[in-house]
């Protein structure tokens, strides 16, 4: 991080004439620039600057929902900001090529500063100048005794690195500093090699887990909800392991802030098959895989017999809107009123059902939200839709709630007014048909990880921390001693001391003192 | 307990006031002179570095008695308040039996109680720099106003987002750095005061220059506090924050708006130090960029939790 020193510069190498020349010139010239410290920091700041939009603009990789909503809400904005990454800030070119630069430039910076680093810590302490009362600081004493080994000795005792030379000595201490630097730079670019790792041969998959059995799930990109694998991913190689959601348990306040959330499950194909179980803040991991726990809700279970006698029962996971778990979802019947005689479908006569769960519904109207998350008194708000469900148009749709497109185009249309059911309670529709509101089913918010990158970063960013230290607190520094006889005969001598503190350093003065006292103390 | 946390709360705010009152006193009828003189024997009766202190000529005849009363009353005022403001913390915590700062209200009292404390080892050090004591009640009431005010929240358990041990170590090291930034703001705001008045500057800011410390002990104290502060954001932040993210959210990095806010200061930070510690620039470019660094913070701390919504849940807010 420092550069209190101004490296000479390399002689200028001979320039081959013409254009070649004048490319090879300039192209140095270029990367003497991209490397010096100044570039470093402008683009160290222009990295900080260009994350900001990343924090204001929602992100398609953080929260896909939130940019569609932003779609919604700022139509003729948002292609424009989609054109310029505003979406995916920390994915887009512009980004890469900040942190690609600015970690040239590191590259630049660093190699030649370690090989200068190597041959300073093998080279010997300067020779000692002529004119030590020039330096910060100087010291004499006209009647030292010892000899110049003696000075040496108490030198290294301090842990000085010591040339003796004649009747001089070179002292030199505080090449940590420069080695912390080196060490947290050099992390730095492991950290980025660790990122690179992790988007290359990193996986993750989410899911939604239904308790039971019936809701298992293997891990294969297919039966993922939202899936990213790194480009050198092999899809077939993913660890083969299978889960079901046994149970999932949550506790909560009076307050309704919730306590615990736990899930168990069953676990095959990850060594012999066995229960286990994992929470917030304490993922199971497995080999290969890390499963975490994000979140969780209900499942209401619809059982609708149609006109013609046929049932079919189904569940649908509801999205909790807010603390109390109020939570909206649909589930569709596309194959009711298919008529058994014929088995000719008609696609009018789908049924589609919107709800707002309450694990606690109020005891009197309106039924809108929920007093409390846990199920003390549930209820399902039901409205029965029948028409086209929109289904087969191929369009991708929301499994959480009917095609609206539909809706308002008249081709799926509401059943009577909404209905308020117990679990356990039956709706009878216009045409005899009915629904069932069985009961409902916990889930669980899973998302499967794998980053092969994390270790190697924690091991670097500890590194680069450490070597910070070293960087910020070390002090290199540089004292010298003379020892002169003022006449051949006499038996003490005059001991000068100069001191030179290579970097920023306030505390030199006493340091200085006292060395000098250690050396005047050492006898031989 | 809860109600003696927020009724210790209440006395640590008006001991700020009180100690903000009487250093304006202090200010107002100006011992600079006096305090001057005294600072300046201090310093070097301390053995500190050899920090150049130039002895001010006196500007004023000092009232010596009175005024450097007021400014020992002050003095003890702040300490008492920065005491009241620890105890609250810690009724907050007996109160709800975990670690006090599990919500913002909790965590902008546990920052600024941290930075009472760095406040009181600075005072010790540098009984010199006494008088900024005027800046840092300042800061601690506004903080502390805003949290009452707009944060407050009852006791309570922890949500299970927060139920980790990593709370101990993270927020502990976010809150303890951020608190000694915060520390080391004031010396910074008021070493570009000083500079400013030193390089002929009028108007309001700089005419307080003339009462403050030279600008060349503002500036090394300022750095002191920051070069102290980052290594323990670096390690709490950008690795006790990652870990714990690991465990709870299944990444270690994913540009949360926290993460990208504290990854900006982390950045405006390190080009602080950075540019301190190369000659070429100037020591109140430098400053400066440290004063970004804490707006920064802010940012991250206010911003972001009441305007952008990440994973960083503060739970009760
Ligand atoms: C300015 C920087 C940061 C500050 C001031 C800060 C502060 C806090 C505080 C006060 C909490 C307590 C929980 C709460 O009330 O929400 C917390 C929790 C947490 N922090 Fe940070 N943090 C910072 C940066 C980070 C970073 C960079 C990461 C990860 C990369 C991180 C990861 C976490 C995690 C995982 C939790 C617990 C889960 C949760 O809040 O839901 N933090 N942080």
């Known amino acids: ?524 | 307990m809860a109600a003696l946390s927020d009724a210790l709360l209440v006395v640590a705010m008006l001991g700020y006031l009180v100690a903000m009152i009487c250093y304006a006193a202090v200010y107002a009828f100006g011992d600079r002179g006096a305090v001057a003189r005294v600072a300046t024997r201090e310093l070097v009766g301390a053995g500190g570095p050899p920090v150049v202190e130039v002895v001010e000529e006196v500007r004023k005849p000092a009232v010596p008695g009175r005024v450097s009363w007021a400014g020992r009353i002050a003095a003890a005022v702040l300490v008492l308040a920065g005491v009241a403001q620890i105890g609250s913390l810690i009724f907050r915590g007996v109160a709800g039996d975990r670690l006090p700062w599990g919500n913002m209200y909790e965590y902008v009292l546990a920052a600024t109680s941290v930075a009472a404390v760095a406040w009181i080892v600075v005072m010790v050090q540098r009984p010199a720099l006494r008088h900024l004591g005027l800046y840092v009640a300042l800061t601690q009431v506004v903080l502390l106003g805003v949290a009452a005010l707009f944060l407050y929240v009852p006791v309570g358990p922890l949500v299970p987002a927060l139920d980790s041990y990593w709370l101990a170590i993270h927020v502990t090291a976010v809150a303890i750095s951020s608190g000694v930034f915060l520390i080391g703001f004031v010396p910074a705001g008021l070493f570009l005061i000083r500079s400013g008045w030193d390089n002929g500057k009028a108007g309001f800011p700089f005419t307080l220059g003339e009462r403050l410390p030279t600008a060349a002990v503002l500036e090394r104290l300022s750095f002191r506090l920051h070069a102290f502060a980052f290594p323990i954001w670096t390690f709490g932040a950008l690795i006790a924050g990652p870990i714990w993210a690991e465990a709870a959210w299944g990444r270690y990095w994913g540009w949360d708006p926290k993460e990208v806010w504290a990854f900006i200061s982390w950045i405006v930070y390190a080009g602080y130090l950075h540019a301190r510690a190369t000659p070429s620039v100037k020591k109140t470019t430098a400053t400066w960029i440290a004063v970004l660094g804490f707006l920064t913070m802010l940012m991250n701390l206010f911003g972001v939790n009441l305007f952008f919504t990440g994973l960083h849940s503060y739970g009760g807010l």
């Not at chain 1, 001979?14 to 300039?26: I, K, Q, S, Y």
């Not at chain 1, 010591?162 to 630097?181: I, P, Q």
């Not at chain 1, 910020?472 to 006499?490: A, D, H, I, Q, Y």
């Open chain 1, 1 to 524: 991080m420092t550069a209190t020193e101004t490296r000479p510069a390399p002689p200028e190498a001979p320039r081959p004439p013409g254009w070649g020349g004048f490319l090879v010139g300039a192209a140095r010239g270029l990367w003497r620039q991209l490397t010096s410290m100044r570039t470093a920091l402008v683009l160290l700041f222009l990295l900080a600057v260009a994350s900001i939009p990343g924090s204001v603009l929602p992100q398609s990789n953080v929260a896909i929902e939130q940019v569609q909503q932003y779609y919604r809400d700022h139509p003729t904005l948002a292609p424009w900001i989609e054109r310029v990454d505003g979406f995916n800030v920390f994915g887009s070119p512009w980004f890469a090529a900040i942190y690609l630069l600015l970690f040239t430039s590191l590259i630049g910076c660093v190699i030649p500063r370690l090989r200068d680093h190597y041959r300073a810590i093998r080279s010997v302490p300067p020779n000692v100048p002529a004119r030590l009362d020039r330096l910060p600081q100087h010291a004499s004493a006209a009647d030292h005794d010892g000899d110049i080994e003696g000075v040496a000795a108490a030198l290294r005792k301090q842990r000085w690195r010591v040339a003796v030379r004649g009747d001089t000595v070179s002292a030199e201490k505080g090449y940590l500093k420069e080695t912390g630097n080196l060490v947290f730079h050099v992390s730095l670019l492991a950290v980025l090699v660790a990122v690179a790792l992790g988007s290359w041969y990193g996986w993750h998959g989410n899911r939604i887990l239904v308790t039971g059995k019936d809701s298992s799930f293997c891990n294969s990109l297919q039966q993922y909800d939202e899936a990213k694998l790194g480009p050198r991913v092999d899809e077939g190689k993913l660890p083969p392991f299978c889960m079901t959601l046994d149970d999932f348990e949550a506790t909560y306040q009076t307050s309704g802030q919730p306590k615990e959330f736990r899930a168990s499950v069953t676990v095959e194909g990850d060594g012999p098959t066995r229960a286990a179980s994992f929470s917030v803040n304490d993922p199971l991991r497995l080999d290969g895989a890390s499963v975490y726990l994000l979140g969780h809700g209900y499942a209401p279970i619809l059982r609708y017999t149609d006109r013609f006698g046929q049932t079919q029962t189904k569940e649908g996971p509801f999205l909790s809107t807010d603390e109390m778990q109020t939570s909206t979802g649909a589930i569709s019947f596309p194959d009711a009123n298919v008529d058994p005689a014929t088995g000719k479908r008609d696609a009018s006569l789908q049924m589609g059902f919107d709800g707002i769960y309450m694990p606690t519904a109020p005891d009197q109207a309106p039924f809108v939200t929920s007093r409390f998350p846990a199920e003390e008194n549930p209820a399902l708000l039901l409205t029965a839709y029948r028409g086209n469900l929109g289904l087969d148009a191929g369009i991708p749709s929301s499994v959480y709630r009917l095609d609206q497109a539909q809706i308002d185009a008249g081709r799926l249309k509401p059943v009577g007014e909404g209905k308020l059911l117990k679990p356990g309670e039956t709706w009878t529709l216009d045409d005899g048909s009915t629904v069932q509101f069985v009961g409902t089913k916990e889930y669980a918010t899973l998302s499967v990880r794998h980053d092969p990158g994390q270790g190697i970063a924690l091991v670097a960013a500890v590194l680069a921390l450490g070597g910070l230290m070293g960087s910020l607190f070390g002090k290199r520094r540089r004292v010298f001693f003379r020892l002169t006889s003022p006449s051949p005969t006499s038996s003490s001598r005059l001991l000068e001391a100069g001191g030179l503190p290579r970097t920023d350093y306030p505390g030199f003065a006493e340091e200085f003192a006292s060395t000098v006292a250690a050396v005047r103390e050492k006898k031989t």
